[in-house]
């Protein structure tokens, strides 16, 4: 179950990099469509500003979070396998509605047992 656990925390961090990747290319156009840089067609040009206010928040999240998770994740495996990290990532992974992280402390909590 230990190996499993492993290999669940290595698949979320996978997706963790392609959040990032989301949230950098979310950040850049919503700077662009807020700017003109990026002419937006639509009626309505207060929604299209909200729209790229709305990608700027979101990238921003898809930076910071993946970030969070990433370095916790790699800190976790220099400290080695303990209760405490599988614990953390069980309650992160279901705050952040990451399955693998949820599997991942769930199946680290199992082995221990």
């Given at each position: 179950?230990?190996?499993?656990?492993?290999?669940?925390y290595?698949?979320?961090?996978?997706?963790?990099?392609?959040?990032?990747?989301?949230?950098?290319?979310?950040?850049?156009?919503?700077?662009?469509?807020?700017?003109?840089?990026?002419?937006?067609?639509?009626?309505?040009?207060?929604?299209?500003?909200?729209?790229?206010?709305?990608?700027?928040?979101?990238?921003?999240?898809?930076?910071?979070?993946?970030?969070?998770?990433?370095?916790?994740?790699?800190?976790?495996?220099?400290?080695?396998?303990?209760?405490g990290?599988?614990?953390?990532f069980l309650?992160?992974?279901?705050?952040?509605?990451?399955v693998?992280?949820?599997l991942?402390?769930?199946?680290?909590?199992?082995?221990?047992?």
């Amino acid at each position: 179950m230990e190996k499993a656990s492993k290999v669940m925390y290595k698949i979320a961090n996978v997706f963790n990099w392609i959040l990032l990747v989301c949230g950098i290319i979310f950040l850049i156009f919503g700077i662009l469509v807020n700017t003109g840089a990026i002419q937006a067609t639509g009626s309505d040009p207060e929604a299209i500003a909200a729209g790229a206010v709305a990608l700027i928040v979101f990238g921003v999240w898809f930076i910071i979070d993946p970030i969070v998770m990433i370095v916790l994740t790699r800190k976790a495996e220099k400290a080695g396998a303990s209760k405490g990290w599988d614990i953390l990532f069980l309650v992160l992974g279901i705050i952040g509605e990451n399955v693998f992280y949820f599997l991942g402390g769930l199946f680290g909590l199992i082995s221990r047992n």
